[in-house]
């Protein structure tokens, strides 16, 4: 299987010449195959989406570390063609509509029937009544639904998700379960962070640890015992970080 | 791939147009009817484009250009608009062009409402005087105005990519105030040095606003002013695009 994401060395540090100098990231590296779905999970402050924006490109890490998403460069627009993006802030309009939102995304991802698929997400996520509406006029979790479906139109090979369940209730948290799974078995690689452990459990094949920075520990989750993640948490994240 | 950017086009013009930016033209609209009523029913000869000059280059030109750009890079960048829509496989100088096509458009918009109408409308319906309308000088004078929101469209393309959006306005409104202090001293006190004049030039650009008075004043072809005012206008154009390509998409921590 290919190397769809690869992180080699990445450190981060935020204000480096300043005596409040912020080690975000410290030497991270792995690697995600095509048609893996890979969770991040770390306290708040660990780097998780420090690690997400370097790996779309978004901020340069610190000299001696390397990217690549399906062997490119992040920010090369072969990329971008093939890569989604669910951030954790939400972007609001008082002019933009749903649908003309969702729209100009499947354009400029390369869509040959923009207004089907997003007729096919909308549905997905169960958002068909929100099409009309202007982004402003949405409550959090139908935004966070919004940018989730953005993420997944123009169908890409990976998708980035941050925090996918944050303001998500459960019923809609069922629904993305669901389209993560039928995602899955389209091939599509799926990169996220949460802090949502049984999602990430119900959901991911392999698991990533993330602590002050640095990646602590990696776990395949096939075949593991219910309650095998939140052990793991406990051991790698809770016991390992002083008080 | 033609498609997708005049999607985006179109939603960035939208964008532009809030509840509130519709009160950007009627507002101005407003104000240059009453600025222009007294002199039309003062003035012998109401000259359409001489007052169009007046209105335009004063008032309408750089509130629009101000009110519409104001910032318009540095709230996308905070507002996560930016990051979206890089994600996707448009380069950043493309999204710059989309966005100053769409910012241009609403000046022109406005340039129309609040300096063209009025205009006509108190020549038409109110001037005492004499009404002269030639069509030559009125077109040059309206290019001339466009070309004029070009450039400071260009600088505060500049500004927005390092300034956050209020201090856009203060910055323009300082150079404005500079352009009218040094510009003026220099003027008068160094008027035959040709290094303070070429400074000066540089510094605060007045080639096409030279150009216009030129023009009106039927004082010969404006060649060298145009000159200055498109080489102006290009240095702040490529300052611009080379901006978007340094500035952080994402400047927050986590």
């Known amino acids: ?57 978004f901020l340069s890490a610190d000299d001696g570390g390397s ?72 409550s959090k979790g139908m ?3 919004i940018e989730l479906a953005v993420a997944f139109v123009g169908s890409p090979k990976v998708v980035f998700l941050d925090e996918p369940t944050a303001s998500l209730d459960p019923p809609s948290v069922f629904e993305l379960r669901e389209f993560l799974t039928h995602q899955k078995e389209k091939g599509t690689t799926v990169f996220f962070s949460s802090h949502n452990l049984t999602e990430v459990e119900n959901v991911c094949d392999r698991v990533l640890f993330i602590l002050d920075g640095a990646l602590v520990a990696e776990h395949s989750l096939a075949g593991t015992p219910p309650g095998f993640l939140e052990e793991s948490f406990r051991k790698h994240l809770v016991e390992r970080k002083p008080s | 791939m033609n498609r997708a950017l005049w999607k985006l086009f179109a939603t960035e013009f939208r964008r532009l147009w809030t509840v509130a930016a519709f009160f950007v033209p009627i ?35 750089p509130f629009s250009a101000a009110l519409f750009c104001g910032g318009m890079i ?3 960048v905070k507002e996560g608009w930016l990051r979206t829509l890089l994600i996707r496989p448009i ?77 856009n306005m203060v910055a323009l409104a300082m150079w404005y105030i500079a352009a009218a202090l040094i510009g003026s001293y220099l003027q008068s006190r160094f008027w035959s040095s040709e290094w303070l004049t070429l400074l000066r030039d540089f510094l605060f650009p007045s080639g096409f606003t030279s150009a216009l008075e030129m023009i ?17 206008m290009g240095f702040a154009f490529a300052l611009a695009f080379w901006s978007i390509t340094r500035i952080e998409v994402d400047k927050s921590s986590e």
């Open chain 2, 74 to 76: 540095s709230a996308d």
């Open chain 2, 91 to 167: 380069t950043r100088q493309q999204y710059l062009l989309i966005k100053l096509a769409a910012v241009f458009s609403s000046v022109f918009i406005t340039i129309l409402v609040a300096g063209v109408v009025p205009n006509i409308a108190v020549g038409v319906f109110v001037a005492k005087g004499v009404v002269r309308f030639e069509m030559g000088p009125t077109l040059i004078a309206h290019a001339l105005f466009l070309l004029q929101a070009l450039l400071i469209i260009g600088l505060l393309a500049v500004f927005s990519c390092w300034l956050p959006g209020i201090f």
């Open chain 1, 67 to 138: 990217v690549s998403i399906l062997s490119h460069h992040p920010e090369s627009l072969a990329t971008r063609r093939q890569i989604g993006y669910q951030a954790d802030t939400q972007f609001r309009s008082p002019t933009v509509r749903t649908s003309a939102f969702l729209e100009l995304h499947a354009l400029l991802a390369g869509s040959n029937n923009p207004e089907g698929e997003v007729t096919d997400v909308l549905r997905h996520f169960n958002l068909l009544n929100a099409a009309g509406r202007k982004l402003s006029a949405l």
């Open chain 1, 1 to 57: 299987m290919a190397s769809a994401i690869r992180a080699e060395n990445i450190s981060k540090t935020y204000n480096p010449r300043s005596k409040n100098a912020v080690h975000a990231l410290r030497g991270v590296g792995f690697e995600v195959q095509e048609g893996e779905i890979v969770g991040l999970i770390g306290p708040n402050g660990a780097g998780k989406s420090t690690l997400l924006r370097i790996l779309l490109g």
């Open chain 1, 143 to 145: 935004r966070q639904k």
């Open chain 2, 27 to 61: 507002g101005l609209g407003v104000l240059t009817t009453i600025m222009l009523v007294p002199m039309a029913l003062m003035q012998p000869v109401y000259d359409i484009a001489r007052t169009a000059a007046q209105i335009n280059l004063a008032l309408v030109v």
């Open chain 2, 216 to 232: 009106l004043g039927k004082s010969g072809t404006p060649t060298s002013e145009l000159a200055w005012g498109f080489a102006a």
